[in-house]
Nanobody, 111 residues
Framework: QVQLVESGGGLVQAGGSLRLSCAAS????????MGWYRQAPGKQREVVAG???????NYADSVKGRFTISRDNAKNTVYLQMNSLKPEDTAVYYC?????WGQGTQVTVSS
């Protein structure tokens, strides 16, 4: 069974950057699309970005122009580069492939 592990979260000042990683094990994810999601306390989980097996990408309007999703199939890893971070980006970030979710990584952006 595939397992996903997110990393790279942390505390940053507004305007700063973070790069999240999602490493897959137990299965080759290169044939599947993957997505990044986030959820803040008291709020619904929302889609942040997605990437297809061929590399096509899509973004939520709230992060378009600031975040970039990419994948390295040789490393079974998907990334989320987050620039110009805002306090509203504070949330737990999750990656997903098919029905498998990672455990999440906390991103906190201070003013």
């Amino acid at each position: 069974q595939v397992q996903l592990v997110e990393s790279g979260g942390g505390l940053v000042q507004a305007g700063g950057s973070l790069r999240l990683s999602c490493a897959a094990s137990g299965s080759d994810f290169s044939i599947n699309g993957m997505g990044w999601y986030r959820q803040a306390p008291g709020k619904q989980r929302e889609v942040v970005a997605g990437i297809t097996s061929t590399g096509n990408t899509n973004y939520a309007d709230s992060v378009k122009g600031r975040f970039t999703i990419s994948r390295d199939n040789a490393k079974n890893t998907v990334y989320l580069q987050m620039n110009s971070l805002k306090p509203e980006d504070t949330a737990v970030y999750y990656c997903r492939v098919k029905s498998t979710w990672g455990q999440g990584t906390q991103v906190t952006v201070s003013s």
